[in-house]
């Protein structure tokens, strides 16, 4: 079996029938469009370019999506366009480029460069995993626009993209899709929590949501317990639970939940909507002797890598508690399986790594000391590599209550 045919083995079933794509042209997208391009600086890694969409790229069987500038040959003015380009140290020709979509689609567009005259390849793939078919084109001199529907209407999860035996790297300047009926835009809150905490302090999450675009934006809030699945916290002003809370804000709107009852709770949300929104998560302590602290974080996209600086160091002064920590959340926001390689590296270049497996939909929150080997330095940086997009933020406690939460920085931006 070549190589070329592993992968295409590897990553589909592959039907009996070979079905062709349909061939579209760009009059055919004109209802509910959204164009995506990876706004990233050069040298980036673009395996989360479009993550905001839902969308995630990697590279199959070697190499690893990078942002590259791309100059329009002439007479075009010059002008330096970020493209992501499939690149590997290995064989080139025995690499592909894919892309998978959260939420599935019946029409897509790829804006492609490359060599002129090249003939490539594209191959569709459905929710289950199915070849849905194929269709090929060769590359002009400029911009090639390739759109394709599948046969019947079906659904588009999966997108392989194939220069075939050229040893230069597939090349995507952009791609369009026609919005689907499902909310395309998704992010994270890694952790929330709502319960009696140390002593007589009680802990309560509140979740802001704020439209910040100048047009109507509608959407849920899903809950879901660290096993992923759906569980409905009780709310104040709620006369019902659900695990779901639908919302439309119109423009400059904004929205607050806040969880109430007495018993003790734990999981994340899942903010998905029809355009980005602003996501906040406030989790405040209060006790009897009006003692109250409040600390905040944002709603986090799903990435491949990310990483972050960890600190264990308590201040230098003499009123402050020693029992400084760090604990992390993280979450599987793939549809399956999620091998996730957790590494820490101290200020004395002691490294400390761990692998784990993460169910889809599943969340983790756990001190640092708690998965890795003790005996590392206060501070240092925490990576963490996925192979299923992942929500994760790192949390620093005194005496076991958070004073921060900060998103891993992803390492495309």
Request: net charge negative; charged share 20%; hydrophobic share 40%.
């Amino acid at each position: 079996m070549t190589m070329r045919m592993l992968i295409l083995v590897l990553l589909f079933t592959v039907s009996a029938v070979h079905a062709e794509l349909r061939k579209l042209s760009e009059s055919d997208f004109h209802t509910n469009v959204r164009t995506h391009v990876p706004g990233l600086v050069v040298g980036a890694d673009a395996s989360s370019a479009f993550g905001r969409y839902g969308v995630f790229l990697s590279s199959y069987p070697s190499g690893s999506p990078v942002i590259r500038g791309w100059v329009a040959p002439k007479p075009e003015p010059p002008l330096i366009e970020p493209t992501v380009a499939n690149e590997t140290t290995a064989n080139q020709a025995d690499s592909v480029l894919v892309i998978d979509l959260r939420s599935p689609v019946s029409k897509i567009s790829l804006l492609l460069v490359g060599p002129t005259g090249q003939e490539i390849s594209i191959r569709a793939g459905d929710p289950a995993g199915n070849t849905l078919g194929t269709v090929t084109e060769k590359l002009g001199k400029s911009r090639t626009f390739v759109g394709f529907g599948a046969p019947g209407n079906q659904l588009i999860s999966k997108v392989i993209i194939d220069y075939r035996s050229a040893q230069a790297p597939e090349q995507l300047l952009a791609f369009v899709v026609e919005k689907p009926a499902s909310p395309q835009f998704e992010t994270a809150l890694p952790q929330i929590a709502h319960g009696r905490s140390r002593g007589d302090l009680f802990l309560r999450t509140s979740i802001t949501i704020v439209n910040v675009l100048n047009t109507t934006v509608t959407g849920e809030i899903r809950f879901f317990g660290p096993n992923g699945l759906p569980f409905a916290p009780e709310l104040e002003g709620s006369a019902s639970r659900d695990h779901i809370v639908p919302f439309t804000l119109d423009e400059g709107q904004s929205r607050l939940l806040t969880t109430s009852g007495t018993s003790g709770i734990a999981g994340y949300a899942r903010v998905v909507s029809d355009a980005p929104i602003q996501a906040i998560a406030h989790f405040s302590l209060a006790g009897s002797a009006d003692e109250r602290t409040e600390i905040a974080m944002t709603s986090v996209a799903g990435q491949f890598g990310a990483v972050g600086a960890y600190n264990r160091q308590p201040l230098a002064s003499s009123t402050e508690p020693s029992g400084v920590d760090t604990a992390f959340a993280i979450v599987n926001l793939g549809s399956e399986r999620a091998l996730v390689r957790l590494r820490l590296v101290d200020e004395n270049d002691l490294v400390r790594e761990m692998p784990f497996f993460l169910g889809p939909g599943a969340q983790m929150a756990r001190f640092v000391d708690e998965v890795l080997e003790a005996g590392f330095a206060p501070r240092g940086t925490m990576s963490i590599l996925s192979d299923q997009p992942v929500a994760s933020v790192l949390i620093k406690t005194v005496d076991g209550l958070p004073v921060s939460i900060l998103p891993l920085g992803s390492v495309e931006d």
